[in-house]
């Protein structure tokens, strides 16, 4: 019974992460800064990052642990993506916010830096994604 409830667990995880992570890029995030605008939103969507990476990597780790079972490659790729989450949320996230905070005083290159790092965390999170996919995909394969 086990072996039947395991793969479904790694694509019901997998697919939460996935869905979250499209639903805040698509539909969050564009919303708070139309609605409020760049100085009221930065603020808004700063406070729900810390929460966005850390509930992401929990359900990344979730979907690594049940996909390890299915496929135990598909399972490390998917704990190496939990943990690039977590990794966002305690370093790079930080760095952002506080180079963030020095380009707001006229610092120029703080903002140059704040802006490579920042574009460097919106690719790191489309990998991300495209990694997700990808290995829901596998999944999806090895259980047909």
Not at 47 to 66: D, E, N, T
Not at 104 to 132: E, P
Request: charged share 10%.
């Amino acid at each position: 019974m086990a072996a039947s409830i395991v793969p479904g667990l790694a694509f019901f995880f997998s697919a939460m992460t996935i869905g979250a992570m499209l639903f805040f890029g698509a539909a969050t995030a564009p919303v708070i800064f139309k609605v409020l605008g760049e100085e009221k939103a930065g603020p808004v969507v700063r406070a729900i990052f810390p929460r966005y990476y850390l509930v992401l990597g929990i359900l990344s780790v979730l979907a690594a642990a049940a996909a390890f079972v299915v496929d135990p490659g598909v399972g490390f790729i998917l704990g190496i993506v939990g943990l690039a989450f977590f990794f966002s949320r305690q370093v790079i996230m930080p760095k952002i916010n506080a180079l963030r905070d020095e380009a707001k005083t006229g610092s120029i290159s703080a903002q140059s830096t704040f802006d490579k790092l920042h574009s460097w965390s919106v690719r790191l999170n489309y990998i991300q994604l495209i990694i997700l996919v990808a290995c829901f995909w596998v999944l999806v394969l090895k259980t047909a």
